[in-house]
């Protein structure tokens, strides 16, 4: 079902004067999608990592050239997410960097198969360094993604971004951006994600004031744009509370710790049980 602007906020705001937060969804399959929406997810968004990471990759796998990201996004819709979903808004992570694309075009045939939002994944915001710098100067960079989200707004998408900095939060409110995600990095736990202790990852400690920082910024340009948080040491819906009870952040939007968490989990005990089954008649050999 394909859903306005104003719907998907309509939505959002009636679970927000509940007293419920915000829950996105990362769904790498259609039986992710299918029961993330059982759980009661508000959204369920398709990135191309989502198909990496439910086949056993890290997520971070979704920025480098195996695939068309947004190939990958229009098939994982069409065929596996968008025909068993059955209210809930769809969202598209889109690459708006994508120099072989005509944007306006591809958003267009996005709305036309279903898709409610646009969010902008893959990201070079999760890039950082020299490799950054020069993408940014050979017209790859970040304000690509910006200018995707402004045309995404303009044709009447919800939209709901990933930012990384206050200044990135602020160029995204400024294109029209409904929702902000605070991306605190890569997230951790598992069996492919960032160690949560000694590793890279940031601490948990540390995520509140950098998730209010990105808010405020937002804020400064439009006051009703919504914080929700994402990643990095943010993996269990403890780590979400702590976030959402010393910021302004209404929600929380997961994809490692929606479906592939969950599934590593399910799945290793369940075939644990199974396999510890008394054998009461063992054949003769």
Partial sequence: ????????????????????????????????????????????????????????HGSLAGLLAFGDANQIVYEMGEREVLPVVKEVPV?????????????????KRLDDLGFSGINNFPTVGLIDGRFRAELEATNLGFYREVEMIRLAHELGFFTIVY?????????????????????????????????????????????????????EAAWAVNKDVLLVSHGGPIATPEDAAYVQERTGAVGFIGASSMERLPVETAITETVRRFKSIPLRHAPAR
Avoid: C, W
Wanted: no cysteine; proline share 4%; hydrophobic share 45%.
């Fill in 91 to 107: 969202i598209a992570g889109v690459n708006g960097t994508d120099p072989l694309r005509q944007m306006p075009h591809f958003l």
């Fill in 163 to 215: 930012v990384f900095t206050p200044e990135e939060s602020a160029q995204m409110a400024r294109a029209g951006a409904d929702v902000v995600i605070a991306h605190m990095g890569l997230t951790v736990g598992g069996s492919i994600g960032l160690a949560r202790e000694g590793g890279v990852a940031m601490r948990l400690e540390e995520a509140p004031a950098k998730v209010q920082a990105i808010g």
């Fill in 1 to 56: 079902m394909r859903y306005t602007r104003e719907q998907v906020l309509d939505r959002l705001h009636a679970q927000l004067r509940q007293g419920r937060p915000i829950i996105g969804a990362g769904a790498g399959t259609g039986i992710s999608a299918k029961f993330a929406e059982a759980g009661g997810a508000d959204l369920i968004i398709i990135y191309n990592s989502g198909r990496y990471r439910m086949a056993g």
